[in-house]
């Protein structure tokens, strides 16, 4: 398929900017840019009955979350959500609208994780803020009106990075057992060494100079598997999982060959592609781009059914 056109326009408007790339961009001016262009850009909040920060205990400080609550009486099911962003950028307001959508549709309480970012906090603080956030929210249930049997993890680029590695360090370390994962255009494998990583490399908005800015300043080693999870020895026992890939991501493909990783070791996998996208159309980019809009949607209803059916294996037959 070819590139969707209200997608094409927006990287048309990008380049009419005349902006230098993120990767040019002091590490404070990317991260100012690029909440910029979501406010711009970006699904606007939906309202729900409330919307608290507050912080999670983390194995070094605090960590900053956000609870949205949908209307209606629990205890409510919850998705733990990891935003986007290399593990440099980006922040719980770059994803205030997926995550008020996904409480509404799903009728869950979202907690948005604020986990630490390099270069100031390189590998692996994002992923030990990760899983102790997702620990706290569990010990919190009767605090938080959730149900601790009925909790789901997921994140968008780097955040989806952060939800698969979140599902396989619990399963391995004592839960709390997760019911699912969601997981969008996920960072699997730090190698890169795929044919989506070459062939959408350049003028597709996440490039390889973005791509290697963000690996420079996280500092993993691309074999340790809390970096790439599609390198971990097991993948049997985990959590059902959604993953959503885009035609035109670098990431495309090793989203999709983790998908087949989950499969191959028995978990239930769902992969939805959206042809003519690019990384990020959806979390960052729904405002703007229709097919963005529709995959959240789509996310909602995925996680509404999930949540009320107990994730079985139905859900993908």
């Known amino acids: 398929m070819t590139l969707d056109t209200q997608t094409a326009a927006w990287l048309q408007a990008v380049a009419d900017t005349g902006l230098p790339p993120l990767d040019e961009m002091p590490v404070a001016d990317a991260r100012a840019t690029y909440r910029a262009v979501v406010a711009q850009c970006g699904l606007p909040a939906e309202e729900v009955i409330s919307v608290t920060d507050t912080v999670a205990a983390g194995p070094d400080g605090d960590i900053p979350v956000r609870i949205y609550t949908p209307k209606g009486s629990g205890a409510f099911p919850v998705l733990v959500y990891f935003h986007g962003g290399g593990w440099v950028i980006g922040d719980p307001d770059v994803v205030d609208g997926p995550c008020t959508l996904f409480a509404n549709r799903a009728h869950a309480v979202v907690v948005s994780v604020d986990y630490r970012k390099a270069p100031e906090a390189p590998f692996p603080a994002a992923v030990d803020d990760a899983v102790a956030a997702t620990r706290w929210v569990a010990e919190h249930a009767a605090e938080l ?93 985990l959590p059902p999982a959604l993953v959503v890939t885009a035609e035109y991501d670098p990431l495309r493909d090793e989203g999709e060959a983790y998908a087949a990783k989950l499969r191959d070791a028995g978990v239930p996998t769902q992969v939805k592609r959206y042809d003519g996208q690019i990384h990020a159309f959806a979390a960052n980019l729904a405002g703007a781009v229709d097919f963005g809009r529709a995959a959240l949607e789509d996310v909602g209803e995925h996680l509404r059914t999930a949540f009320r059916l107990g994730w079985t294996p139905r859900l993908w037959e």
């Open 145 to 237: 009106n959730i149900d601790p049997d009925r909790i789901a993890v997921g994140g968008d680029s780097a955040g989806g990075n952060l939800a698969a590695v979140t599902a396989l360090t619990l399963r391995d370390e004592g839960g709390p057992k997760l019911v699912g994962q969601v997981l969008l255009y996920p960072a699997t494998d730090f190698r890169r060494d795929t044919d989506s990583a070459r062939d959408n490399g350049e003028g597709y908005f996440l490039t390889t100079a973005l791509l290697d800015w963000f690996s420079e300043h996280y500092r993993a080693d691309p074999d340790d598997w809390r970096a790439s999870p599609i390198r971990a020895a097991d993948h049997a026992g």
